[in-house]
């Protein structure tokens, strides 16, 4: 059974829906960024993962 504190993978791993709660929370871990910055990198990439990913500066 799942602990309600674990954070699931959101429906669509492939964009940010930066208006879901969990998948913010999901995205700042997985990014390793707070959540102003990736409301920061959304606003300036757009919602696309690998987009944001080298907009981040990540491998």
């Not at 930066?18 to 102003?36: H, M, N, R």
Request: aromatic residues 8%; without cysteine; charged residues 30%.
């Amino acid at each position: 059974m799942l602990d309600n504190m674990e954070i699931r993978v959101p429906p669509d791993d492939e964009r940010i829906d930066i208006t879901d709660p969990k998948a913010v929370d999901y995205w700042t871990q997985w990014f390793g960024v707070t959540e102003e910055r990736l409301r920061i990198a959304v606003a300036s990439a757009g919602t696309v993962k690998d987009d944001l990913r080298i907009y981040l500066g990540l491998p």
